[in-house]
């Protein structure tokens, strides 16, 4: 392994500005991530070429890829700085690693993206259990471990954007609303209690920029960290929303 590595960042000072790259030598140390290149840079803000710059801009928090918020493209492949391995990526690819912010969203500056759009279509479909008040509502209906077993995929999601990334119908230009949402849709309409806004969430998923607008590519399923069968999700989705305007038209 040589003592430092050299690794491409691809820069942009904020939301209106042009991006550019800027490369740095890292010294090598064992184990360390993507997010620890991203903490050496910081601590030493210099490029390869000797000229002094700012710190790379990126977002963490848990460091174990739990919250999500490290998604970045890495050697073209979308995932979490925190367990991008350096080892590994040096495998593949062992001139350079390259990292980018991915291009699904809006730079806020460097690596940071605004990923309101994947939370805006969790609040379109009801991704939420809705309660009446706080007070006691007894202990509901007993959930089958059958149940249990098929929703915990589900829940797994950490909203970190892979799939939206991955996915070819997920754009700037495109009103879809993406596999994570209409997973999430299937999460909270197979739940007792989430039920209640079954209808509401089938019918969004049923209108425009909904489950009409993906187009079966699967590389969603493909990329995602927490191997959530999202394509089962959408198969589910489109046979929950026939049966949904089917019985609307019936008038049931």
């Known amino acids: 392994m040589a003592n430092k ?13 042009g991006s550019h790259w800027e490369t740095f030598g890292v010294p ?10 991203l903490q050496r840079i910081a ?12 710190p790379v801009a990126y977002d963490a928090s848990c460091l174990e890829e ?18 991008a391995l350096v080892d590994q990526l ?32 969790l609040k379109r479909v009801k991704a939420w259990v809705r309660v009446d ?7 509901g209906r007993r959930v089958l471990a059958s149940e249990q077993e098929a929703a915990y995929p589900l829940s797994r999601c950490m909203t970190c954007g892979c799939c939206v990334e991955a996915c070819p119908q997920f754009h700037d230009k495109s009103p879809f609303i993406g596999p994570a949402a209409i997973s999430q849709a299937m999460f909270f309409n197979a739940h007792p209690t989430g039920r209640v806004d079954e209808s509401d969430r089938l019918e ?15 590389n969603c399923v493909k990329v995602c960290p927490k191997d959530i069968p999202l394509t089962d999700s959408i198969a589910q989705a489109g046979r929950d929303t026939t049966i949904h305007k089917i019985k609307q038209w019936f008038g049931r």
């Open 66 to 83: 739990v919250c999500g918020a490290c998604t970045m493209v890495i050697n073209g492949t979308v995932r979490q700085a925190c367990s």
């Open 204 to 218: 969004v998923l049923s209108g425009f920029g909904g489950i009409a607008d993906c187009g079966n590519s699967q």
């Open 5 to 17: 590595i050299n690794v491409k960042v691809l820069r942009q000072p904020d939301p209106h500005s």
């Open 28 to 37: 090598y140390e064992d184990g360390m991530n993507v997010t620890t290149i």
């Open 90 to 121: 040096m495998e593949d690819s062992p001139n350079v690693i390259e990292v980018r912010p991915m291009t699904k969203f809006a730079v806020v500056r460097d690596l940071v993206v605004d990923r309101r759009p994947m939370f805006e279509a």
């Open 43 to 54: 601590a030493n803000p210099v490029t390869a070429d000797h000229q002094p710059t700012t």
């Open 133 to 139: 008040g706080y007070h006691d509502l007894g202990p």
